[in-house]
T-cell receptor, first 116, second 114 residues
Framework: GAGVSQSPRYKVAKRGQDVALRCDPI?????LFWYQQALGQGPEFLTY????????KSGLPSDRFFAERPEGSVSTLKIQRTQQEDSAVYLC??????????????FGPGTRLTVL | AQTVTQSQPEMSVQEAETVTLSCTYD???????LFWYKQPPSRQMILVIR??????QNATENRFSVNFQKAAKSFSLKISDSQLGDAAMYFC???????????FGTGTRLQVTL
């Protein structure tokens, strides 16, 4: 497909487990964003990549959260030692040009993470 | 820091009628962009309409239009001739180049009734 894809769509983890969430952006898109959406809330920014460079990680809530995009395409968001407060939908978005303002951010369907 | 406020948690409109969703924002930047996104139950966020702050003319996309009041920092979305498929969560969002991220409001759930 031509859209942003994310896997898995649903993930259930026991507290303390590590999880890895994958994002496949639209081919050729330079910018990639991760957002966290808690139940009943709007998405909140986590981190931003321009190609393989992570230019902003100010939204990552703790050092348990780590994101990478080693080859400038696929990105992985890793959460170590998951806690119940990490339960949320994790959205990935990509944009064809730098910054994403003048070009639409295309969102994936998200991964719903539930930590028991 | 940017903030976006949506004061209407839920709205309801009858099919074929018009509804307006409210949004206010705050930013210290002079160059910024405002968006309305739609999120159906399937969760995929879809861009509805975009407004560049430097443009005085209100953006329009078919049945969707905005009322951008820059001095009041208000950015409302008007949906005309509402359809059942318009039922969704609607998020207002702002973007500045210096922040390189979207800042979202808490959303408005729109119900469309027959």
């Amino acid at each position: 497909g031509a859209g942003v894809s994310q896997s898995p769509r649903y993930k259930v983890a026991k507290r303390g487990q590590d999880v890895a969430l994958r994002c496949d952006p639209i081919s050729g898109h330079v910018s990639l964003f991760w957002y966290q959406q808690a139940l009943g809330q709007g998405p909140e920014f986590l981190t931003y990549f321009q190609n393989e460079a992570q230019l902003d990680k100010s939204g990552l809530p703790s050092d348990r959260f780590f994101a990478e995009r080693p080859e400038g395409s696929v990105s992985t968001l890793k959460i170590q030692r998951t806690q119940q407060e990490d339960s949320a939908v994790y959205l990935c978005a990509s944009s064809p040009q730098l910054g994403g303002a003048l070009n639409e951010q295309f969102f994936g369907p998200g991964t719903r993470l539930t930590v028991l | 820091a940017q903030t976006v406020t949506q004061s209407q948690p839920e709205m309801s409109v009858q099919e074929a009628e018009t509804v307006t969703l409210s949004c206010t924002y705050d930013t210290s930047e002079s160059d910024y962009y405002l968006f309305w996104y739609k999120q159906p139950p399937s969760r995929q966020m879809i861009l509805v309409i975009r407004q560049e702050a430097y443009k005085q003319q209100n953006a329009t996309e078919n049945r969707f239009s905005v009322n951008f009041q820059k001095a009041a920092k208000s950015f409302s979305l008007k949906i005309s001739d509402s359809q059942l498929g318009d039922a969704a969560m609607y998020f207002c969002a702002s973007y500045t180049g210096t922040a390189s991220k979207l800042t979202f409001g808490t959303g408005t759930r729109l119900q469309v009734t027959l």
